[in-house]
């Protein structure tokens, strides 16, 4: 099965990177010249060199001959990516590589591709990974989800590498929901954290975050069994514990009252709005996402979001 990587952004290349080793691969990058020559992505993964299988390119017509793509673009810029790439991609297996829920539309990327590319098979790949440990070749497990059975199996195969482990399962729904919530509790954590509230407070917000993803997915009728996996409690307990996370970082930031690189992609900023959005329209209960969309829309500080967290009624777990 032939594969390309549409997208040079961190994760992109290490997906490209760590898929070399196994075969020949394509990246689509808009400095392919650049990366070709140097044989690095200087900008987004310095210090991981591009193996000798991997074929960089800016001809986006000439990756999209592979049979699988990975699209490893920012979820908010996948529909228009997708719509103005449509001649070239539609028909082929599409594989999401980005997390988040899309705030014009309340979609994840599984439910984009389908509405954009509708004779494309659509898939996404997620899970608790950072792109410096997949280009290191340091171990990573990931979740595939397509609700094509065969398809899923077949993919697995090809992307499963020395280094990356892949979990299969039909539930793109679970998975798409778990890849955004957690970089919403993320932001939350790192709030707790830069706020000074301690490490306690970090755990509580981890667990009733968690408890927002289940509710969320009970909604939307996804396997709860889904959530407890990779793409929930596994992403879920990476993102908030390590200062590589970039909506941790954006808590952190926002914690300590510090300004933040605006030009850093933090797809839980746009996920928590949507969210809030969606809860509001369907009557769900997600307070830690509605303090999380105060926050990254200045309608809230800190110290106002944990007291009316913390102030609210009493009940059962």
């Known amino acids: 099965m032939s594969i390309a990587v549409l997208g040079a952004g961190a994760f992109g290349t290490a997906l490209a990177i760590s898929l070399a080793g196994k075969g ?5 990058a808009r400095d392919a010249q650049g990366m070709g020559q140097s044989r690095e992505n200087t900008a987004r993964l310095p210090g991981c060199p591009l193996p000798e ?3 960089v390119t800016e001809d986006l017509a000439e990756a999209a001959k592979a049979q699988t793509l990975l699209a490893a673009v920012p979820m908010q810029k996948l529909r228009g990516f997708l719509r103005d790439h449509a001649a ?12 988040g829920i899309e705030l014009n539309t309340g979609l994840g990327p599984v439910a984009v591709i389908r509405e954009v590319l509708p004779h494309a098979t659509a898939a996404i790949l997620t899970g608790p990974s950072f792109a410096a440990d997949i280009a290191r070749g340091l171990p990573t497990a990931l979740t595939l989800a397509c609700a094509d059975k065969t398809t899923c199996a077949t993919l697995q195969q090809s992307l499963t590498t020395a280094n990356l482990r892949l979990y299969r399962t039909a539930d793109t729904v679970g998975a798409e929901l778990g890849g955004a919530l957690k970089n919403v509790v993320a932001i939350a954590c790192g709030a707790a954290i830069g706020a000074g509230l301690g490490e306690s407070a970090r755990a509580a917000v981890m667990t009733r975050g968690f408890a927002e993803m289940q509710r969320l997915a009970a909604h939307h009728h996804a396997d709860p069994v889904t959530l407890a996996g990779l793409s929930g409690f596994g992403d879920l307990t990476l993102t908030c ?7 941790y970082r954006l808590g952190l930031a926002l914690g300590r009252g510090e300004p933040f690189d605006s030009a850093t992609t933090v797809e839980g900023a746009a996920t ?3 969210v809030d959005a969606l809860a509001h329209d369907n009557g769900l209960d997600l307070p830690i996402t509605a303090a999380v969309a105060g ?14 967290l913390l102030t609210r009624p009493l009940k059962e777990e």
């Open 24 to 28: 020949a691969v394509t990246l689509w």
């Open 53 to 55: 299988g991997l074929f």
């Open 88 to 99: 070239a991609l539609d028909g082929k297996t599409i594989v999401a590589c980005c997390k």
């Open 241 to 247: 514990t390590s200062t590589q996370s970039r909506n």
């Open 272 to 274: 928590a709005r949507a």
């Open 295 to 308: 926050l990254v829309e200045n309608r809230l500080d800190v110290a106002s979001a944990m007291k009316a």
